[in-house]
């Protein structure tokens, strides 16, 4: 199967990526502006990884302790391709996350009764806020899924539960791969637009769902 | 450098890329903001949609089986036929030759049982579905569990039935160490639960 085409605005263009050796060097050398410039660059992106998994719960914290790793590895000559600055990075967010999963649920074996001091590598799920939104998203989805064709809910079933490859979902099923990237990205569209119908409304406007349905339709060869 | 494609952002989300991919993907988020924000857009929608998805009773199968018959379900040209027929010979082959001594393919079911205070990792082989018995879970309406791996990345989500104390991990996962987060309806998590995927071999 070719490489699927790239559609959206941003993905596959040029990105511009400062010269990390040159950072490396730099700092190296005690260059304080270069050790600024790393943390202007990283620590969101740092941030931003830890708090996908480790919650918010003393990620300040987490951040600087990546970025002290970093850069001490760095004044220590330890970065055997400085280039690969980011990948450097990567690896150490990557230790730290698992040495905290590692000791969170160490600690937890170790207690009886959960406690509000135990600590959890989840609590910003637990904020109100996050969950209704949660509930809400869903609800969305499952309306999005409840109104394409029984053939098309097929196909989402198998991708996105099922987790089949989207080649075995198109030939199985008759699709060309931009008929099936099609079916998604509308999909995903239906999603945005009632989101948005909520954000701005309050109310999914389900007659309004339902009469739109559409009706089964072979695919195009 | 190149900005991630919305698809390669959503395979991210799934968990579906291969350590490689993820790598790739995870160097460019740390220094772009764009991409980030389009995978929080991108995964929110993923996610949700397999929530919802997962929700919905399973589709009756299909009772008219002679549907593959019709001509706008038989789309193969007439030469794929003999195609067909030798690769359905070399699988064979190539599954008795496996299970010679080569490595065993996953099996279509399997089983665990957890509890959640105690040292060890209980092992599981690779299946394409687990079903996994939480012992010590909490009774309660809405329980929801997530699987993550070593580096806290969540493999699968799905709904926990509380009054059987059962989840069914619909996904066939790598060899490796897993944890099972069991939360409640309000999202407070009650549970956390080890377990590793080893072959028998």
Known sequence: ?221 | MVHQTEEQLEFYALGRLTETQVAAVEEHLLVCSVCQDKLDEVEAYALAMREAISAEPKPEPQTDWLAWLRPDNFRLPSWSMAAVGGFAALALATGVYLNRGGTAPAAPLATLQLTAIRGEMPAVVPARETDITLSDAPAGVGLHAEVVDSTGVMVWSGPFHSDARKMLLIRQLPEGSYFIRLYDSGGRLLHEYGFAVRSSR
């Open chain 1, 1 to 221: 199967m070719q490489d699927p085409p790239k559609s959206d605005a941003a993905g596959g263009q040029a990105f511009e990526v400062p010269d990390w050796a040159t950072t490396v060097e730099r700092i190296r050398a005690g260059d304080a502006g270069a050790m600024a410039q790393l943390y202007g660059v990283f620590t969101r992106g740092i941030r931003y990884l830890l708090l996908r998994t480790l919650g918010v719960e003393e990620v300040d914290d987490r951040v600087h302790d990546c970025f002290v790793i970093v850069t001490e590895a760095i004044r220590a000559g330890e970065l055997r391709d400085p280039a690969r600055l980011m990948g450097y990075v990567r690896t150490v967010v990557r230790r730290h996350i698992a040495a905290s999963i590692e000791d969170a649920v160490t600690r937890r074996r170790t207690t009886v009764e959960f406690e509000d001091t135990v600590f959890s590598v989840s609590d910003w799920k637990a904020n109100p806020e996050q969950n209704l939104l949660a509930r809400q998203r869903a609800e969305i989805a499952r309306r999005v899924f409840k109104g394409v064709s029984r053939r098309d809910r097929e196909i989402l079933r198998r991708f996105y539960l099922l987790e089949e490859p989207q080649d075995k979902i198109c030939s199985e099923m008759g699709l060309t791969y931009n008929q099936f990237r099609l079916l998604k990205s509308r999909a995903k569209a239906r999603f945005g637009k009632l989101g948005q119908r909520l954000a701005e409304g309050g109310t999914l406007g389900t007659p309004a769902i339902r009469d739109k349905r559409p009706s089964e339709k072979k695919p195009e060869k």
